[in-house]
């Protein structure tokens, strides 16, 4: 069964510090991984997307990581900031359909100043 | 070039009525995608439209559920009747003609449905 799985379930972390999260994935065969960040109340926002043969990606204080072999990816976070307080959802994407993502659970970031 | 716009923004039901959630795409987006989202879980999908085909409603209960995207206007999504499960937060995403093969899908903000 095509899954997401993601971890920590909840975060708290200083402003300033660093954070690091993680997504496990069944998903097969994969097309694409995204990182998009939820603040509450809004819609998703789209903050990276990697395919199969991409390793890394960064989009400012975020750095997302694939590993296509051991089918996990990471997000980490940099000098975290007030204003990155919300949920980081992993959504993976297979090859076999044109539009159907499946997407984790999210991990819900505090941060606390 | 707006976002997804999506209205209302919240919308209170009472049991056994009808909510009409409503969703315009970004400009030139053909594919519009609904989701709904409970507290603390994840998107699940519903249904994907292009202009005026459903192409993929899997995702959609059979019973009361319907989706529309006429050649002009809005995606409607339409609860008949609705009850207290139906309480969620919608989420409506639209990407250029050729789905989401490596491109990006864009939310709107959502409507919130509260039924009482």
């Known amino acids: 069964k095509n899954q997401v799985e993601q971890s920590p379930q909840s975060l708290i972390i200083l402003e300033g510090k660093n954070c690091t999260l993680q997504c496990n994935y069944t998903v097969s065969p994969f097309s694409n991984l995204r990182w998009y960040k939820q603040d509450t109340g809004r819609g998703p926002v789209s903050l990276t997307i990697?395919?199969?043969s991409e390793n890394t990606k960064s989009n400012g204080r975020y750095t997302a990581t694939l590993d296509a072999d051991t089918k996990q990816s990471s997000l980490h976070i940099t000098a975290s900031q007030l204003s990155d307080s919300a949920s980081y959802i992993c959504v993976v994407r297979g090859t076999d359909s044109n539009y159907q993502l499946i997407w984790g659970a999210g991990t819900k970031l505090i941060i606390k100043p | 070039n707006a976002g997804v716009m999506q209205n209302p923004r919240h919308l209170v039901r009472r049991r056994g009525q009808e909510a009409r959630l409503r969703c315009s795409p970004m400009?030139?987006?053909?594919?519009v995608y609904w989701y709904r989202q409970l507290p603390e879980e994840g998107l699940k999908f519903m249904v994907y439209l292009q202009k005026e085909n459903i192409i993929d409603e899997s995702g959609m209960p059979k019973e009361r559920f319907s989706a529309e995207f006429p050649k002009e206007g809005p995606s409607i999504l339409r609860i008949q009747q609705v009850v207290r499960g139906d309480s969620a937060a919608y989420f409506c995403?639209?990407?250029?003609?050729?789905?989401?093969?490596?491109?990006?899908?864009?939310f709107g903000q959502g409507t919130r449905l509260t039924v009482v």
């Open positions: 400009k030139g987006h053909s594919h």
């Open positions: 990697m395919t199969f």
């Open positions: 995403a639209s990407s250029p003609p050729g789905g989401l093969v490596g491109t990006e899908a864009f």
